[in-house]
């Protein structure tokens, strides 16, 4: 399975943007980036994907490289309540059980007031 | 509302002692499957099933049993729980497993501690 490595932890000020970088450098052709977050005491919780192309949703902004070996995810505006771990997450189709997600340690963001 | 219901919510219990963990989906999906999440591990994958009738091991499947004979239920079943099964338990679905662009729900957890 291909491996996405991101930072421990983030600091951001409430009402800033965010970026939340992802290092994906053996990604394949066909595996999607996909990023999920998990606020304290539930469960994770499904943000944006992408295959090739920049996304933009509700709640937020994904940003990929050309060359798709990196991503960033991109909150806005943060808020008290984006205060969650972060969590990307290749899928690809190398396995019979495409469906499983493969979470890392992800990156825990804390919002300052 | 599309949502993903786990029971119970929390749950000690005492070694051996059989206990079933319920899940339950309302958006026709046909993948399921099982996480455990547990301090420095992360999540890994218990059971998961393709659908109706089809299911299969994950990565941490010893000590666990799962059924589907419902394609909106997929109960987790410990026949004889230990303490090292005391852990974070997450339910999820997503529409089927070839579809690598839709997203996945997953419930609220169960807190379960084997005493």
């Known amino acids: 399975d291909a491996k996405t490595t991101q930072p421990n932890s983030m600091e951001s000020n409430e009402e800033e943007p965010v970026h939340l970088p992802c290092n994906h450098s053996?990604?394949?052709?066909?595996?999607?980036i996909h990023w999920y977050r998990q606020l304290p005491s539930q469960g994770p919780e499904y943000v944006i994907h992408?295959?090739?192309s920049n996304v933009n949703n509700r709640m937020a902004s994904l940003a990929i490289a050309e060359d798709r070996k990196s991503s960033t995810l991109i909150l806005h505006r943060a808020t008290l309540r984006d205060a969650a771990v972060y969590y990307c997450?290749?899928?690809?189709?190398?396995?019979?059980?495409?469906?499983?997600?493969?979470f890392g340690q992800g990156t825990t963001l804390q919002v300052k007031p | 509302e599309a949502q993903v219901t786990q029971n119970p919510r929390y749950l000690i219990t005492v070694t051996g002692k059989k206990l079933t963990v319920t899940c339950s989906q309302n958006?026709?999906?046909?993948?399921m499957s099982w996480y455990r999440q547990d301090p420095g591990l992360g999540l890994r994958q218990i059971y998961y099933?393709?659908?109706?009738?089809?299911?299969d091991k994950g990565d941490v499947p010893e000590g666990y049993k799962v059924s589907r004979k419902e394609k909106r239920n997929f109960p987790l079943i410990l026949e004889s729980p230990s303490p090292n099964q005391t852990s974070l338990y997450f339910c999820?679905?997503?529409?089927?497993?070839?579809?690598?662009?839709?997203?996945?729900?997953f419930g609220q957890g169960t807190r379960l501690t084997v005493v």
């Open positions: 992408g295959l090739t």
């Open positions: 053996t990604i394949s052709g066909t595996d999607y």
């Open positions: 997450i290749l899928r690809g189709s190398r396995s019979g059980n495409t469906g499983k997600l493969i």
């Open positions: 958006m026709n999906h046909e993948y």
């Open positions: 099933s393709m659908n109706v009738e089809v299911t």
């Open positions: 999820a679905s997503s529409f089927d497993r070839n579809t690598l662009n839709t997203e996945a729900f």
